[in-house]
């Protein structure tokens, strides 16, 4: 028997003269791409824009070694998709079933409290306000190679619905088409068309469109680091969400949590993988201890404790601080994408946290609770882009159109402004074109 291997997280005390190196050197990771996997994946794109459905197929035939006669022999119909679902057990159905309802009554409440049109008139009865309208169309990439991810699938397209998108196109690798619990969550959520396409070359189909894939607006949903490359590549072509980086979690944690329960919220982020990052912030020397007893003990009941204990050991750390408040400065500088406040009073904390994908307030807030079925949405933004960007949401499906109208009230007023600085900027077309909207002088 293989013995578990030991997870010793970097433990750090901000007090130390060290600390602050140790610290910036354990959060490095570089997000550059490898120059062969962008050598590829341009090539793939040039050739999937220039062929089009016939390339699809050919590397689609190399990577996922799958024999079709065409594209088309690809598509998911939704004859399949709702078979999926009514195939699945009981329990596993009214599960998804339930999560979809929760995911789908967030997204409808943000949709409400912000993505309607409004205008107002002015007092000379000039009309100004926006109008929110959503995107034609959309691509859902669904991870489906090593394992589906029926969850990805819910908190991407779920929003997209909701925003009112017409079509919906998911893409997943054939593998992942091949799961039922998969294939019903694009069902229930509202998937449109589905094809068994992975990799770069699903990306570009989706970007430049093909015979038999149609070209979206936006391309949504995480995916290996051709994906990733291939996302950033054709951005400008077409919107994408974000190019996501490894998973993190950051637990703030004031010693009243039970040590076992916070040493698997480390583990339900160091399993996706090893670059995956798990940091423990707490002031009480003793609760850390506490918290690296708990991960011995729970480690070898992992199935996936090799990758847990690479992640743990590589990129985790323990970090006793010197109290809460100097604990979420250090938050604010990390900006994680999930953050737990394992705390009897999380409230008291949570106005002193500026930057985090999704917060977690209190004990009994799970960091999986997210991940599934609490309703706001799991894709968020990692390695510090929560400083400056937010979760997917309906807000990512939709667009907004300035609307104005003039009065003529109106126009012999602002014509007169704006004339006046067309002038300064030398742009005289723009000055006459306000200019033959004043009222003649009398």
């Known amino acids: 028997m293989t013995a578990t291997p030991a997870a010793r997280p970097l433990r750090l005390t901000t007090a130390d003269a060290g600390f602050e190196a140790a610290f910036q050197a354990r959060l490095h990771w570089s997000a550059e791409t ?38 088309a022999g690809l598509e998911i119909s939704q004859a399949t998709l709702k078979q999926a679902f009514d195939s699945l057990p009981a329990a596993q159905r009214e599960a998804l079933q339930a999560a979809a309802a929760r995911i789908r009554s967030y997204h409808e409440a943000q949709k409400k409290a912000g993505g309607e049109s409004w205008s107002y008139r002015d007092a000379d009865g000039t009309l100004l306000g926006q109008k929110v309208t959503p995107l034609d169309s959309v691509g859902t990439y669904v991870p489906g190679g090593k394992a589906a ?73 995480p995916g290996n680091a051709y994906v990733a490359a291939a996302k950033r590549r054709v951005f400008g072509q077409v919107g994408i969400d974000m190019i996501a980086g490894p998973s993190e979690i950051l637990v703030l944690a004031d ?12 583990f339900s982020q160091a399993e996706h993988d090893e670059l995956a990052q798990s940091i423990l912030l707490c002031p009480d020397a003793g609760y850390i201890e506490a918290v ?29 601080t010197r109290d809460m408040e100097e604990a979420c400065a250090i938050s604010n500088r990390v900006a994680p994408e999930h953050l737990e406040i394992a705390s009897a009073d999380p409230h008291r904390w949570e106005p002193l946290l500026r930057h985090a994908g999704a917060i977690f307030l209190g004990a009994y807030t799970s960091e999986s609770l997210g991940d599934y079925c609490a309703g706001p949405n799991h894709v968020l933004p990692t390695s510090t882009t929560a400083r400056f ?28 402004i704006a004339a006046e600085l067309a002038y300064g900027e030398g742009l005289q077309a723009h000055a006459r074109a306000a200019e033959m909207r004043l009222p003649p002088k009398p």
Not at 49 to 62: I, N, P, S, W
Not at 293 to 316: F, Y
């Open 34 to 71: 490898d120059a062969e996997v962008e050598e590829t994946v341009a090539r793939i794109l040039q050739d999937v824009r220039r062929r089009g459905d016939e390339a699809v197929l050919e590397y689609t035939r190399r990577f996922d070694k799958l024999e079709v006669a065409s594209v």
């Open 149 to 221: 991810y029926p969850s990805s699938l819910l908190m991407n397209v779920i929003p997209a619905h909701v925003a009112g998108v017409r079509e919906i196109v998911m893409v997943v690798p054939h593998p992942g088409a091949q799961n039922a619990l998969l294939l019903a969550a694009g069902y229930l959520a509202g998937v449109t068309r589905a094809f068994s396409i992975g990799g770069a070359q699903a990306v570009g189909a989706l970007a430049y469109g093909t015979a038999t894939v149609p070209r979206v607006d936006k391309i949504t949903g």
């Open 255 to 266: 010693g009243s949590t039970p040590a076992d329960w916070v040493a698997m919220d480390l």
């Open 292 to 320: 690296q007893a708990a991960i011995d003990h729970l480690l070898p009941q992992m199935p996936r404790a090799g990758i847990i204990a690479r992640s743990l050991n590589g990129r985790g750390a323990l970090i006793h």
């Open 389 to 416: 960007s937010s979760p997917l949401g309906v807000y990512d499906f939709q667009k907004r159109s300035s609307l104005i109208e003039v009065s003529a009230a109106g126009a012999a007023q602002l014509g007169v």
